[in-house]
């Protein structure tokens, strides 16, 4: 059975940085992305960022961009997301994806639609 696990959400002032990470496993192939979402209250579920696990290109949100960085580690089944300079706007349930077959061209990634797990999510929380 497919497993995401996310960690590292919690409640930071404005300005400050969190690093979520994800563990994926039960599968033996994982396709050729990995992508993070946010949900906020009230709002669609939307991506953030993803990684070509294979070649290690990466996609951002433009809200995110030059604040976010998505990195593999050394085994490919684990991604981070690093948030620096967060915004209160930033205030959402973060989580990861995966997907067992390939996700497509720039920005097929960004969005759901490629992806067949899912973890369970990990708040985070950013004040003013």
């Known amino acids: 059975q497919v497993q995401l696990v996310e960690s590292g959400g919690g409640s930071v002032q404005a300005g400050g940085s969190l690093r979520l990470s994800c563990v994926a496993s039960g599968y033996t192939y994982w396709g050729n992305c990995m992508g993070w979402f946010r949900q906020a209250p009230g709002k669609e579920r939307e991506g953030v960022a993803a990684?070509?696990?294979?070649?290690?290109?990466?996609l951002y949100a433009g809200s995110v961009k030059g604040r976010f960085t998505i990195s593999q580690g050394n085994a490919k089944n684990i991604v981070y997301l690093q948030m620096n300079t967060l915004k209160p706007e930033d205030t959402a349930m973060y989580y990861c994806?995966?997907?067992?077959?390939?996700?497509?061209?720039?920005?097929?990634?960004?969005?759901?639609?490629?992806?067949?797990?899912w973890g369970q999510g990990t708040q985070v929380t950013v004040s003013s």
């Open positions: 990684i070509y696990t294979a070649g290690g290109g990466t």
């Open positions: 994806a995966a997907t067992t077959v390939g996700c497509g061209a720039r920005p097929a990634p960004l969005y759901q639609y490629p992806y067949s797990s």
